[in-house]
């Protein structure tokens, strides 16, 4: 392995046949090049899925009322179905453990004032659970609780750019707001990973939204989680309860895809992941097809190698050269280009993710990469096959009698 005359006739035969090293070469770097980015652009999808389903909740269940589209129970079609309190304290009264959080929200848009700067917002009435249907964190302050809506507070939580585009500089926990000539206090400043646009939202307490709206008990969306307990399909059983219910209730036809309208994660979910799999798997299989074709490549080409240098085993053999050694030979030279050539290709594939970075997010594909693990083991697939096919050759061309080899065109 280490004698250095046969590392120097190895590099010498590399230097002499510089197309066919190049080619047998090329051929293993460009399927660990592929395999490469097609897998990084599969995590690539991964990542934007994980991303999409981790701004709310994951086992989060939210209802809004729609327009009815069919006559029922002595009823005309085209009715505006509105919830209110009574919904709500309903699905939570006939829970039976299934609910982890459950916020009702009324949400309205109004001007709100602080100093001299004002401007149109989100207003929103809720409960406390609100935070983590939404998946805020807080940055300072608290959230609405459940004294504020019990005494029907004026407090409020504001979003991260709520605080940025009105209050700017300072702590804007103790200042107050004027939404719709009511004074609120700023009690709790939240980040949402929806971004920007979330973050333009203000939380007040539900009966206080109410009270301004005199006294209504309108509730725009029913928001819950189910328990973290349940698997996704009996979240998505869970979900299709709560829209039966619900219909029942405000006697609305089962058959009625408008009169309620309901998004479940859990749902979400199953089919999301269901086409990711099929994506993922046609990006795997392309990548493995790659991967096989590159070993099919190398073995192609070292047979052509070996046979091109049947002569020269002949020489070896008639001058004292043992099989061994001539197989090794071989075997060291195939080694050598296969590991090159697989540095050169992970180089270039780990290098060509970086480049793409997030430049695809516009097409669902967030952060694209992939782990050393699974390139190490592309990697040594790719060694071993590349030794497989030195060996196999090589091993048939020594055991050749000389005087065979010599007379081979």
């Not at 750019?161 to 206090?185: A, C, Q, Y």
Request: hydrophobic share 40%; charged share 20%.
């Amino acid at each position: 392995m280490f004698d250095l005359d046969r590392w120097q006739e190895i590099f010498s035969s590399i230097r002499s046949n510089v197309l066919r090293t190049v080619l047998s070469g090329f051929t293993v770097a460009l399927g660990l090049f592929i395999f490469i980015v097609l897998f990084g652009i599969g995590n690539g999808l991964n990542n934007s899925f994980a991303k999409a389903f981790t701004r709310d909740a994951t086992n989060l269940i939210m209802l809004f009322g729609g327009k009815t589209t069919l006559p029922y129970a002595g009823l005309q079609s085209d009715r505006q179905i509105t919830f209110n309190n009574d919904d709500f304290e309903e699905i939570v009264k006939e829970s039976d453990g299934k609910l982890e959080y459950a916020s009702p929200r009324y949400t309205t848009s109004l001007t709100v004032k602080y100093g001299k700067e004002s401007g149109g917002y989100q207003i929103n009435g809720v409960l406390g659970d609100e935070k983590f249907l939404e998946n805020r964190t807080m940055i300072d302050g608290r959230y609405i609780n459940e004294r504020d809506n019990a005494l029907k507070q004026n407090v409020a939580s504001i979003g991260r750019m709520v605080w940025r585009d009105l209050i700017r500089d300072g702590n804007p926990i103790g200042k107050d707001l004027e939404i719709n000539g009511t004074m609120f206090k700023v009690v709790g400043v939240f980040s949402d990973p929806g971004g920007d646009w979330d973050e333009r939202h203000i939380s007040i307490p539900l009966s206080t939204l109410q009270q301004m709206k005199k006294s209504s008990d309108t509730i725009s969306t029913l928001m819950l989680s189910y328990n973290p307990d349940m698997t996704p399909d009996e979240g998505v059983k869970y979900g299709d309860e709560l829209e039966k219910k619900v219909k029942a209730r405000h006697k609305i036809s089962p058959e009625d895809q408008q009169g309620i309208r309901i998004n479940n994660n859990a749902k979400n979910t199953q089919d999301s992941f269901a086409f990711l799999f099929v994506i993922t798997a046609v990006v795997g299989f392309i990548g493995l097809g790659t991967l096989l074709a590159g070993i099919i490549g190398i073995s192609n080409i070292m047979v052509y190698i070996v046979k091109e240098r049947t002569k020269e085993i002949g020489v070896r053999k008639a001058i004292g050269a043992k099989p061994g050694g001539i197989v090794a030979l071989i075997l060291q030279e195939s080694i050598v280009i296969t590991v090159i050539s697989g540095f050169v290709g992970v180089g270039l594939g780990v290098l060509a993710l970086k480049l793409i970075g997030n430049n695809l997010e516009d097409y669902f594909i967030s952060e694209p990469s992939v782990g050393w693990g699974l390139i190490i083991s592309a990697f040594f697939c790719l060694l071993l096959a590349g030794t497989i096919a030195g060996f196999v050759p090589a091993y048939k061309a020594s055991r050749i009698k000389p005087i065979e080899a010599l007379r081979s065109e």
